[in-house]
């Protein structure tokens, strides 16, 4: 077919190409490669790409910058770093997945007539605004079953369960319960004065696994358990009873993932859950390095769906939050106030009050990414992005939340 359009096309033949024509150009437009693109670029391309942006002008990339999976955002090759993408009809997935996402500028989408709804929404997108109408509104009396309880800490290791028992409770939860170490209760008491602390049974200031008898008990009087903020690998034992007797939904956050060796030791918990984790933590659930996740973020994130039976969400520039079935829900691309340590606790305490709230599993894990990166947002707009810490995050919830029926 192109040699039969070239055959057809009147006028001057085409020139090869050659770099010094992009010399002194106020923009350049890159239509190279369509959205049909897979795989790595090769010569002669590969050359024209260096040659696009070793040029030093603005890049406008026609639908996605060329060496950019549309579908998937994968890179596997040179693609070009466009100013702008401006794509056809809709925005394609792969221009909000890192790696591409790194390559595609501004995005604006073009109307060109296609009937809105042609063709049929596929089962990955941007998380809409509209999951943050979902989250229900705190009931006027406590409400009982409205209880997140956050398991985890040690002895000079609070702050990560506190942050996410502060993020819960700024998110409005009737009840935040921590269990933690009996030597680090009296520091999570004087740190959260309207929680309930469960100071555990211990040794050497670490959870050991006969305090999962007492989770269990708990558990049974909470919406959902977060389990993770804080805990090393040295409680294992005490995760992994943790996470199998306890039947509630279930919030697992890096911390608490390293105590399971694979993947599949995570598909046999016997409630809902929603693992959190980095490329790092996915990849070593999956075999594969970190390196290799972040390279097919979408694709990896799934492949640990399937061997779950979990929600996942993957961490980073742009989460990526995928469900059995198929769905998949991207977030917003990081803002720098996320890159503070402790946001990951915030994520994970948002995500355990809309379980509790009677939210499923998809749809409160889209909402918490929403939420935190609106309340992210908020923040660097106060204190500038470079300088939040978590607290300044769990600080703009209440805003970010009090938002979400606009």
């Not at 890049?59 to 702008?84: H, I, Q, W």
């Not at 909000?96 to 073009?110: L, S």
């Not at 998809?362 to 908020?378: C, K, N, P």
């Given at each position: 077919?192109?040699?039969?359009?070239?055959?057809?096309?009147?006028?001057?033949?085409?020139?090869?190409?050659?770099?010094?024509?992009?010399?002194?150009?106020?923009?350049?437009?890159?239509?190279?490669?369509?959205?049909?693109?897979?795989?790595?670029?090769?010569?002669?391309?590969?050359?024209?790409?260096?040659?696009?942006?070793?040029?030093?002008?603005?890049?406008?990339?026609?639908?996605?910058?060329?060496?950019?999976?549309?579908?998937?955002?994968?890179?596997?090759?040179?693609?070009?770093?466009?100013?702008?993408?401006?794509?056809?009809?809709?925005?394609?997935?792969?221009?909000?997945?890192?790696?591409?996402?790194?390559?595609?500028?501004?995005?604006?989408?073009?109307?060109?007539?296609?009937?809105?709804?042609?063709?049929?929404?596929?089962?990955?997108?941007?998380?809409?605004?509209?999951?943050?109408?979902?989250?229900?509104?705190?009931?006027?009396?406590?409400?009982?079953?409205?209880?997140?309880?956050?398991?985890?800490?040690?002895?000079?290791?609070?702050?990560?369960?506190?942050?996410?028992?502060?993020?819960?409770?700024?998110?409005?939860?009737?009840?935040?319960?921590?269990?933690?170490?009996?030597?680090?209760?009296?520091?999570?008491?004087?740190?959260?004065?309207?929680?309930?602390?469960?100071?555990?049974?211990?040794?050497?200031?670490?959870?050991?696994?006969?305090?999962?008898?007492?989770?269990?008990?708990?558990?049974?009087?909470a919406g959902?358990?977060?389990?993770?903020?804080?805990?090393?690998?040295?409680?294992?034992?005490?995760?992994?009873?943790?996470?199998?007797?306890?039947?509630?939904?279930?919030?697992?956050?890096?911390?608490?993932?390293?105590?399971?060796?694979?993947?599949?030791?995570?598909?046999?918990?016997?409630?809902?859950?929603?693992?959190?984790?980095?490329?790092?933590?996915?990849?070593?659930?999956?075999?594969?390095?970190?390196?290799?996740?972040?390279a097919r973020?979408?694709?990896?994130?799934r492949a640990?769906?399937?061997?779950?039976?979990?929600?996942?969400?993957?961490?980073?520039?742009?989460?990526?939050?995928?469900?059995?079935?198929?769905?998949?829900?991207?977030?917003?691309?990081?803002?720098?106030?996320?890159?503070?340590?402790?946001?990951?606790?915030?994520?994970?305490?948002?995500?355990?009050?809309?379980?509790?709230?009677?939210?499923?599993?998809?749809?409160?894990?889209?909402?918490?990414?929403?939420?935190?990166?609106?309340?992210?947002?908020?923040?660097?707009?106060?204190?500038?992005?470079?300088?939040?810490?978590?607290?300044?995050?769990?600080?703009?919830?209440?805003?970010?939340?009090?938002?979400?029926?606009?």
């Amino acid at each position: 077919m192109p040699r039969t359009n070239l055959d057809r096309l009147t006028g001057v033949p085409p020139r090869p190409f050659d770099p010094a024509a992009l010399e002194g150009s106020g923009a350049i437009v890159d239509a190279l490669l369509g959205t049909g693109f897979e795989g790595a670029v090769r010569e002669p391309l590969a050359g024209v790409i260096a040659a696009i942006n070793a040029a030093g002008a603005p890049v406008v990339a026609a639908d996605v910058p060329s060496g950019v999976n549309a579908a998937t955002g994968e890179v596997e090759g040179p693609a070009v770093r466009a100013s702008l993408t401006t794509t056809n009809h809709a925005a394609k997935i792969g221009l909000y997945v890192t790696p591409g996402a790194r390559c595609v500028g501004e995005v604006r989408v073009v109307d060109i007539g296609v009937p809105r709804g042609a063709p049929e929404a596929g089962l990955v997108g941007l998380i809409s605004r509209r999951v943050l109408r979902l989250v229900p509104a705190r009931p006027r009396y406590a409400a009982p079953r409205d209880t997140v309880l956050i398991v985890g800490g040690a002895r000079g290791s609070t702050g990560a369960p506190a942050m996410a028992a502060e993020a819960a409770m700024r998110a409005g939860t009737c009840y935040v319960r921590a269990a933690v170490p009996a030597s680090a209760a009296p520091s999570m008491d004087l740190r959260l004065p309207g929680a309930l602390i469960h100071g555990l049974q211990e040794e050497d200031g670490r959870h050991v696994e006969s305090g999962a008898r007492t989770i269990a008990d708990l558990a049974a009087e909470a919406g959902a358990v977060v389990l993770g903020p804080g805990l090393g690998e040295a409680e294992g034992a005490f995760s992994r009873a943790v996470a199998s007797s306890t039947e509630v939904s279930m919030v697992i956050e890096a911390d608490g993932l390293p105590a399971f060796p694979s993947a599949e030791g995570l598909a046999e918990r016997p409630g809902p859950a929603v693992l959190i984790l980095d490329e790092a933590g996915l990849g070593r659930l999956l075999g594969l390095s970190a390196e290799e996740v972040g390279a097919r973020r979408l694709a990896s994130t799934r492949a640990l769906v399937d061997r779950t039976g979990a929600v996942i969400v993957l961490e980073g520039d742009g989460c990526v939050v995928a469900a059995p079935g198929g769905p998949v829900a991207l977030g917003p691309a990081a803002s720098g106030a996320l890159a503070a340590n402790g946001t990951g606790s915030v994520l994970s305490g948002l995500v355990g009050t809309f379980l509790a709230r009677g939210m499923d599993s998809f749809a409160a894990a889209a909402a918490a990414v929403l939420a935190r990166s609106d309340a992210g947002d908020l923040a660097a707009t106060r204190v500038g992005a470079g300088h939040t810490v978590a607290w300044d995050v769990i600080q703009a919830l209440p805003e970010a939340l009090a938002a979400r029926r606009d």
